[in-house]
């Protein structure tokens, strides 16, 4: 439990005093605009030189954090001159975001411009509450919380709080044109439709719809998947090798023809996964086939990372530990996924979902 919890019960946190980035908190990463790798910073030292603080509690495979990347490179951009300093905190959530090779080449190929702080003990998330992927909080001179948000849709409102700290500061600033009105591609108004929630497919928070259920860090061949019209939302139902560890399932099989496969029963319009591959198999990368409602689907609606071969077949190319994305639709609707792996070097984390029509 957070100090703020224990005084005050509560975990959003506006009005009250920010604490300060404890000292030696891990590894700082990113470039600011100098291009110079940012030095480890504290709230008080900003503020006594007039600076608005943004905190950003994000992780690189997380889904929501990456919508808000866009919005964030462009206040750091627009705002920063103004006295506005981001602030990236990156809490990872699986292993292969403490790797700081991973997140900074994620920070390098995203061109990411703000301060990045990895907190790989989780000291930041626990001093703040935190309990999900993103939050930002605005943080006044004063040292006092003005703006606290979890998760997305919140751009405009976020923005608005950013400007109207900045003419405090500085009653004569001359505001630019607002990034949430530049960038259309997100919407603030928009309808939301129950999606299927993000599915873990490791043993500590995953759900297996087969009858023999998860055999913890221990392979194990499935050979019964349950007819489609017991499937239940959400559930992982697996044919083949299997090894399940506490945060992501392994193929542990090679296989030169799709026999193995994961089935997932969703709703919602888009489809994302994270997967990941076994540093120690020495395999640089592998290929897995995907289907959408028991076909390939169509190139329309195929997510940016799908790709098709000769036969027309849809798949991933998994090089590096991140998020996947799958389909893109234009209806809101249940689907069945299924992947079929090759390799047992390939390790499955976690399936997001959308549920957002604009």
Known sequence: MSIFEKLFGEKNLVGKSCPEIPEGIGLWLGLNNDGVISQPLKIKDLRAVGKAVLLDFWAYSDVNSLQDLPYLKRWQEKYFPLGLVVIGIHT???????????????IKKEGITYPVVLDLDRRMWNLFAN??????????????????????????????????????????VDLPKMAAEELDHIKEVAVHYPQTQKTYCGYQKGKIGNQEGYFKDTFHVYDKV?????FKDGHLYLNGGWIAKADYLQHAVNNRDPIDFLILPFRGLAANVVLGLDETKGVGETKIYVALDDAPPAKEVAGKDMLFDESGWSYLLVKEPRLYELFKTKEFADHLLKIYPFSDALQIYAFSFVGRVE
Not at 92 to 106: Q, S, T
Not at 146 to 159: I, Q, S
Request: hydrophobic share 25%.
């Open 226 to 230: 349950p007819p489609k019209d017991s």
């Open 131 to 172: 309990d999900t992927w993103p939050r930002m909080l605005l943080v006044d001179t004063k040292g006092k919380i003005r703006y606290d948000h979890r998760g997305g849709d919140h751009y405009l409102e976020a923005e608005t709080k950013i400007q109207g700290l900045l003419k405090e500061i500085n009653s004569k």
């Open 92 to 106: 990872p959530e699986f292993d292969f975001e403490a790797d700081p090779r991973n997140v900074e080449n994620f």
